[in-house]
C-alpha cells in the first residue's frame, strides 16, 4: 500500500442520509465507537478532549458562581428511589437494577443512578438544620445510566456523561433564581463556546421533569431541521424536600422545608456541536472548544530547513493557541482530509517557498479561504483568526436557525410546514394537554419550549381554535 492512498474515505452526504452522515463523522473524526454493550460507547482521546473543553468551561462558570463540586455514589438502594412517587415513575422504565453482590442476592434491590436528586436528598436531610446552613449549591459531574431502547453515539446512549448541579434555598424566590440563573449560564456557554444559538423557555407540564415544580430549557435547531434540548434547569419547589424531610429552623426557631432545584447538561452537546457547524468534509469545530486549533503542515518537509522552521513555528504559538505539527511522512494532501475531518479550525502550511518568502498560507476551515500572513505576523493574525471563525461559526448558524423557523396560525399550516420544511414552528397554544398531545399525534412535533420572549402570532390556539394562552415552540426533535 503506497503512502500516497487517499486514507480518508469520504463520507455520506448529509443531504443523501443525515444520520448516516452523522454516524461516518463520529466515527471518522475518531471522537467514539460502539462498545460490546448496546447503547454505551467508547469515547476517544478526540472525542474526550471536546468534553474537556466543555467541562472546563462549565465548571468555572459553576464556581464563579458560588457551586462546589461533590461526588454521590452511583447506586440508589430501591427504598430511597421510591420516596418521591412521581420521580420514581418518570424514570422507572429506564432503571438498571444490581440485584446480586457478586454471588450473593441482595436483600434490597440497588439501581444504577439514572441521576442523583435522591441522593443529595438524603445527604441535605442530614447537614441542614439552620438557614446558616443554607444555600447549598452543589454540582457533580459523573456518568448516568437509562436503559434506552433506541441509541446514537453522544445524542442518546445508555450511558452519558454530565454534569448534576442539586442546590437548597431558603426560599421559593432563592430556587427560582438560582432555576434562571442556571440557564442563563447554560445559554451562555452554548453561544460563546458552542457558538450554537438557543431558545430560552420554560417546559409545558407535559414535557417538564418527573417531580418538578417547573422546567426550564435552552433549544436548540439541528442542520437537519430537528431540535435538541441542550440542557435543562429544574426548579423542584418543596417536592421533594417534603418527600425526603429536609427541614432547617428559620430566624425565628420555626421549622421550614427547603426549596430545591437541579440543572445539568450532557456529552450530547458533542452531537450538536456536530449537527450545527459540520458540513460534508467532516467536523467544522468553534475554536473555543476544539482540541487542536492550529495544525501545522510541512510541504515537501524532505527538503532542507522546512521541519525546522515547521518546530520553530509550533514554539512560537504555543503560548497563543492549542497547536499540532504533522511531521509524519503521509502526504500533505492526506493530511489536508484528515484534518478537515478532525474539524480543526486553521491549517498552517510552511514549504520552501514560503520559508524564502518568510511567510505561511493559512487557510480557515469553516470557509476554505487561504491567507498569506508574513512569519513575524503570526502570533498576532492567528488569535484575531480564531476569534473571527468563532463568531462567524455562530452567526451562521443563528442564520441557519432563523430560515426554519416558521409561523403557523392553523393546524393545516402547521402539518404543511413540518411536512414540507423541517425546523421549528411557532404557533398559539391554549394550555390544554388535549391540544398538545393532538398535535404529536397527527404531526409528530412535540412542544419545545414556552419562549420567555413571547410574540403575538393568533388570538387562537392552533389546534382547537380557543383562546390561546402561549406561543409556543415546537419541532420534532432528537
Not at 454534569?163 to 437548597?168: D, F, Y
Not at 442563563?184 to 407540564?205: F, M, R, S, W
Amino acid at each position: 500500500m503506497g503512502k500516497d492512498k487517499k486514507f480518508v474515505e469520504a463520507i455520506t452526504s448529509m443531504e443523501d442520509d443525515f444520520a448516516q452522515w452523522y454516524t461516518d463523522i463520529v466515527k471518522k473524526a475518531e471522537l467514539a465507537d460502539y462498545s460490546s454493550v448496546k447503547g454505551f460507547m467508547v469515547i476517544r482521546p478526540y472525542g474526550y478532549a471536546l468534553w474537556e473543553n466543555i467541562q472546563k468551561d462549565l465548571d468555572a462558570r459553576f464556581k464563579a458562581t458560588g457551586h462546589e463540586n461533590v461526588y454521590m455514589p452511583v447506586l440508589i438502594p430501591e427504598s430511597l428511589l421510591q420516596k418521591e412517587k412521581e420521580h420514581v415513575e418518570g424514570f422507572a422504565p429506564e432503571v438498571a437494577w444490581v440485584t446480586h453482590g457478586g454471588t450473593e442476592e441482595l436483600t434490597e434491590k440497588l439501581c444504577v443512578r439514572p441521576t442523583s436528586e435522591t441522593l443529595f436528598c438524603e445527604h441535605y436531610a442530614k447537614i441542614i438544620q439552620s438557614y446558616n446552613d443554607l444555600p447549598k449549591l452543589y454540582n457533580q459531574w459523573c456518568s448516568v445510566v437509562r436503559w434506552e431502547k433506541t441509541t446514537r453515539p453522544f445524542l442518546r446512549t445508555s450511558e452519558f456523561l454530565w454534569q448534576e448541579g442539586h442546590t437548597a434555598h431558603a426560599t421559593a424566590e432563592e430556587s427560582e433564581e438560582e432555576t434562571i440563573k442556571m440557564l442563563n449560564i447554560y445559554a451562555k456557554h452554548c453561544e460563546e463556546i458552542l457558538a450554537i444559538p438557543v431558545v430560552k423557555g420554560q417546559k409545558t407540564d407535559k414535557e417538564k421533569f418527573a417531580g418538578a415544580k417547573a422546567t426550564y430549557t435552552i433549544e436548540s435547531l439541528m442542520h437537519d431541521g430537528k431540535a435538541l434540548q441542550s440542557g435543562t434547569s429544574h426548579n423542584f419547589g418543596d417536592n421533594f424536600s417534603r418527600a425526603f424531610g429536609i427541614q432547617y429552623s428559620d430566624k425565628t426557631g420555626k421549622l421550614e422545608y427547603v426549596h430545591q432545584t437541579s440543572w445539568g447538561m450532557t456529552t450530547r452537546l458533542i452531537g450538536a456541536v456536530i449537527m450545527v457547524h459540520g458540513d460534508n468534509s467532516g467536523l467544522v469545530l468553534p475554536p473555543k472548544i476544539a482540541p487542536i486549533q492550529v495544525v501545522i503542515i510541512p510541504i515537501a518537509a524532505h527538503k532542507g530547513g522546512v521541519i525546522e522552521k515547521a518546530e520553530e513555528i509550533k514554539e512560537k504559538l504555543l503560548n497563543i493557541a492549542r497547536v499540532k505539527l504533522d511531521a509524519t511522512d503521509k502526504t500533505p494532501g492526506w493530511k489536508f482530509n484528515e484534518y478537515e475531518m478532525k474539524g480543526v479550525p486553521i491549517r498552517l502550511e510552511i514549504g520552501p517557498k514560503d520559508i524564502e518568502n518568510n511567510q505561511a498560507v493559512l487557510v480557515r476551515r469553516d470557509t476554505r479561504e487561504k491567507i498569506t500572513v508574513s512569519l513575524d505576523e503570526l502570533t498576532a493574525k492567528i488569535p484575531e483568526l480564531l476569534e473571527n471563525i468563532q463568531a462567524s461559526l455562530l452567526e451562521k448558524a443563528r442564520n441557519l436557525r432563523d430560515e426554519k423557523t416558521f409561523s403557523a396560525s392553523d393546524i393545516n399550516e402547521f402539518k404543511d410546514i413540518v411536512e414540507n420544511k423541517p425546523g421549528f414552528v411557532k404557533a398559539m397554544w391554549c394550555g390544554n394537554r388535549e391540544c398538545e398531545d393532538k398535535i404529536k399525534e397527527t404531526t409528530g412535533a412535540t412542544s419545545r419550549c414556552i419562549p420567555f420572549e413571547q410574540e403575538h402570532i393568533a388570538d387562537t390556539c392552533v389546534c382547537c381554535g380557543q383562546k390561546a394562552k402561549h406561543m409556543v415552540y415546537w419541532g420534532k426533535a432528537y
